[in-house]
């Protein structure tokens, strides 16, 4: 994945880059003037039509990074100060709530907000925060790779000349398709299916297609609830086809190479070793400030309810626990004002 070229793709556009408000500046600083400079430089590079043009699936973060980013840029030196931390959140953002999105095959299209805690907080596996923080979070990271062959195999099938898409694109199109039609597209991906199989014929010892089929058919005798539709099926099994080779040939290192890049810019980022609980997703008092001041923005102080909404807008959520260890630390940098116990009593000042 190239960043740049992938930031411009998903989250800027040109109005954004040539605003009057983002392009001045008050003063000679160089460092402002060449990330300012830079920004629109990834227009140019686009036109090698050999790059990779990434497709935003989630345009509901891509409306909030515009409004975080352009409030960032008013200001040039919280901009200058904390550009790094947007674009870095931005990124995890995006693409933890894509694999989330993925691992759904197309059944969910929403924001799944992930619970964090506070880096000083003691964690019990009953938290929230280690039940639906990163445990949850790597489960749908470790097929990240499984997902974006299956993708790319689905989409050498158009409709009407255009691509498939992802998952829910697939589902949308489908359902919008006269029967015969629908019928013409299944057997498409079953062919797509065979194909692929077709072509995989070194696998690890003792393993074969035999046995990936019968995997398949355990996982659906399992989850007959919740996969009924035809279209759904022949998705999930393409996919765990595409699985079984990875786990199951020596392609293995590629595919861990892809996913592990990830989950180590995680770990650099927003995650804490917590001995026996492994990995916990985590904020520091630095990024939790940073975040509610773009929560804040240009108001004077919101109300303690509507910052727990804004960062959930914005795929944080947090645990009773972790909000009452957040509500002291505002209390004793003195941005709370309380005027009783009650969230809509109490409200955040804006951070200076």
Same mark, same amino acid.
């Given at each position: 994945?190239?960043?740049?070229?992938?930031?411009?793709?998903?989250? /800027?556009?040109?109005?954004?880059?040539?605003?009057?408000?983002?392009?001045?500046?008050?003063?000679?600083?160089?460092?402002?003037?060449?990330?300012?400079?830079? /920004?629109?430089?990834?227009?140019?590079?686009?036109?090698?039509?050999?790059?990779?043009?990434?497709?935003?699936? /989630?345009?509901?973060?891509?409306?909030?990074f515009l409004i975080d980013f352009k409030f960032?840029?008013?200001?040039?030196?919280?901009?200058?100060?904390?550009?790094?931390?947007?674009?870095?959140?931005?990124?995890?953002?995006?693409?933890?709530?894509?694999?989330?999105?993925?691992?759904?095959?197309?059944? *969910?299209?929403?924001?799944?907000?992930?619970?964090?805690?506070?880096?000083?907080?003691?964690?019990?596996?009953?938290?929230?925060?280690?039940?639906?923080?990163?445990?949850?979070?790597?489960y749908s990271l470790n097929d990240l790779f499984s997902h974006a062959v299956t993708i790319e195999l689905l989409n050498y099938i158009t409709i009407d000349g255009i691509k498939l898409g992802d998952y829910v694109n697939i589902k949308e199109k489908f359902n919008q398709l006269p029967k015969e039609n629908q019928e013409e597209l299944l057997k498409k991906i079953e062919e797509i299916s065979s194909f692929y199989t077709g072509h995989i014929t070194v696998l690890n010892a003792g393993e074969n297609w035999e046995n990936c089929e019968k995997q398949i058919s355990e996982y659906f005798k399992n989850n007959d609830y919740k996969y009924s539709e035809d279209i759904t099926i022949k998705l999930i099994s393409l996919f765990k086809r595409v699985k079984y080779q990875f786990d199951n040939s020596s392609r293995k290192g590629a595919r861990d190479k892809y996913d592990n890049w990830f989950v180590t810019f995680c770990t650099l980022n927003y995650l804490k070793k917590r001995g026996p609980l492994g990995n916990t997703t985590v904020l520091n008092?630095?990024?939790?400030?940073?975040?509610?001041?773009?929560?804040?923005?240009?108001?004077?102080?919101?109300?303690?309810? *509507? /910052?727990?909404?804004?960062?959930?807008?914005?795929?944080?959520?947090?645990?009773?626990?972790?909000?009452?260890?957040?509500?002291?630390?505002?209390?004793?940098?003195?941005?709370?004002?309380?005027?009783?116990?009650?969230?809509?009593?109490?409200?955040?000042?804006?951070?200076?």
């Amino acid at each position: 994945m190239k960043p740049l070229a992938f930031f411009y793709d998903i989250f /800027l556009d040109e109005d954004t880059l040539t605003s009057e408000k983002l392009i001045s500046s008050k003063n000679d600083n160089l460092f402002y003037k060449l990330i300012i400079d830079c /920004l629109p430089e990834l227009k140019t590079k686009k036109t090698n039509t050999k790059d990779v043009k990434y497709e935003n699936l /989630l345009d509901s973060i891509k409306k909030q990074f515009l409004i975080d980013f352009k409030f960032l840029a008013s200001n040039e030196e919280f901009f200058l100060k904390h550009v790094e931390d947007l674009f870095k959140y931005y990124y995890f953002f995006y693409l933890t709530q894509l694999s989330q999105r993925l691992n759904s095959f197309g059944n *969910q299209n929403k924001i799944e907000p992930i619970y964090f805690s506070m880096e000083w907080e003691v964690l019990s596996k009953s938290r929230l925060a280690y039940q639906y923080g990163w445990k949850k979070l790597s489960y749908s990271l470790n097929d990240l790779f499984s997902h974006a062959v299956t993708i790319e195999l689905l989409n050498y099938i158009t409709i009407d000349g255009i691509k498939l898409g992802d998952y829910v694109n697939i589902k949308e199109k489908f359902n919008q398709l006269p029967k015969e039609n629908q019928e013409e597209l299944l057997k498409k991906i079953e062919e797509i299916s065979s194909f692929y199989t077709g072509h995989i014929t070194v696998l690890n010892a003792g393993e074969n297609w035999e046995n990936c089929e019968k995997q398949i058919s355990e996982y659906f005798k399992n989850n007959d609830y919740k996969y009924s539709e035809d279209i759904t099926i022949k998705l999930i099994s393409l996919f765990k086809r595409v699985k079984y080779q990875f786990d199951n040939s020596s392609r293995k290192g590629a595919r861990d190479k892809y996913d592990n890049w990830f989950v180590t810019f995680c770990t650099l980022n927003y995650l804490k070793k917590r001995g026996p609980l492994g990995n916990t997703t985590v904020l520091n008092q630095d990024l939790l400030l940073f975040l509610t001041k773009l929560c804040v923005g240009n108001e004077d102080k919101i109300r303690l309810n *509507q /910052l727990w909404e804004r960062l959930k807008q914005r795929g944080l959520i947090f645990d009773e626990v972790s909000k009452t260890e957040i509500i002291k630390l505002f209390e004793k940098i003195n941005l709370l004002e309380k005027k009783s116990d009650s969230g809509d009593a109490q409200y955040i000042k804006t951070i200076i």
